[in-house]
């Protein structure tokens, strides 16, 4: 297929355009619609291209538009001006290729949106794009979009989430007027996921009730069916938990992302606004003669994981545990673990070097060590452990293994 993109330098169309490259340069092989060609049409681009790639694209993504003009005027010319200009240039060439547009939930002029001039020109755009559909037979799909947020969304623009991550990241002020305003929220990711769908005919359809979308097979309009609904202060809330994970500044401690989870979301996001200064930080190395122990990262309740590099011929451990376990993974080195437990001779041998790794659980109520069995060689073992450790309650009894 060989895809128009308009308004491909903004938000949206800079993340559809990179994937859809990925999907035509193979890089993106889970999805099943074929990529030939990707015409990104921006502001800056010459009207000729435009007059080419309507006569040869096989499908539209009208993502062009007019956010914050000086002169409100601006919105139903940028809006509803451009949609005239691609609409015709497709007629002219006879094109009924797919097209969709991207409007706004403020499009309903429902509630606090029924004086928005910007919700005004998105409505009429919408209107054109309908009537388009009923002149030429092309399939039409209109998408309102709630409030986006993601990587490369410009701050102090029309993007809350995008400011506040942006300030937050660079040590700048934000302003928070109303912690209790509700928003409707949709990730980048998930709106490129949908419009890859769209592609292959899969798009989701709905009718509005307000600014409520009702699904419906055969609804008038479409909708992206992933979205989160909070309010601006638990927005606020989570971005500072990520500020604090990633600057370290309470010890490496990790918050909770469930895959999917608005957290999840929040953090990727926040992540791709950090300074250069601020994408690397220091570690506290526990540092003696026999090699280094570092912990990498605490989690709030699945433990913490560390690495320890031990120095040639010594020995570290010799302790047991109650309820603390651990996992040994060797990355680097010849080493070997042993494990007794209490109260028995049996010792258990595990040889493990960083040319085969392999995880040795240390198991609850067995006393256990590793050693580095090279000359000169550091042995580097990333470890795992249930709980994160608790000076005052160490849970950690010395005793050989070997006895």
Known sequence: MKILVTGAKGFVGRNLCAQLRNIRDGKARCYEVPVEEVYEYDIDSDTADLERWCAEADFVFNLAGVNRPQDPKEFMEGNFGFASTLL?????????????????????????????????????????????????????????????????????Y?????????????????????????????????????????????????EFEGVETLPTPDGRY????????????????????????????????????????????????????????????????????RGSFTELMHTLHCGQVSINISKPGITKGEHWHHSKWETFIVVSG?????????????????????EKIQAVQMLPGYTHNIINLSDTEDLVTVMYCNEIFNPSRPDTYFDPVNK
């Open 88 to 156: 015709n240039t497709l007629k002219r060439h006879k094109n009924n290729c797919p097209v969709m547009v991207s409007s706004s939930i403020q499009a309903t002029l429902a509630g606090r949106f029924g004086t928005s001039e910007y919700g005004k020109s998105k409505k009429a755009g919408e209107e054109l794009m309908f009537e388009y559909g009923k002149e030429t037979g092309a399939k039409v799909l209109v998408y309102r979009f709630p409030n986006l947020f993601g990587k490369w969304c410009r701050p102090n």
């Open 158 to 206: 029309n993007s809350a989430i995008a400011t506040f991550c942006h300030n937050i990241a660079h040590d700048l002020p934000i302003q928070v007027n109303d912690r209790s305003v509700e928003m409707e929220l949709l990730y980048i990711d998930d709106l490129v996921e949908e419009m890859i769908g769209a592609l292959g005919g899969k798009e989701h359809r709905c």
């Open 222 to 289: 479409c909708y992206v069916p992933v979205t989160h609904k909070t309010t601006l202060g638990e927005i606020v809330d989570i971005i500072n938990d990520c500020a604090d994970a990633a600057s370290n500044k309470d010890g490496i401690n990790m918050v909770e992302l469930p895959q999917g989870s608005l957290r999840y979301k929040l953090m990727t996001t926040y992540l791709s606004y950090l300074p250069r200064e601020k994408a690397i930080y220091d570690l506290k190395m526990n540092v003696d003669a």
């Open 334 to 354: 010849h080493g070997l673990i042993q494990l007794r437990k209490e109260g028995s001779e049996e010792i258990w041998n595990y040889e493990v070097s960083g």
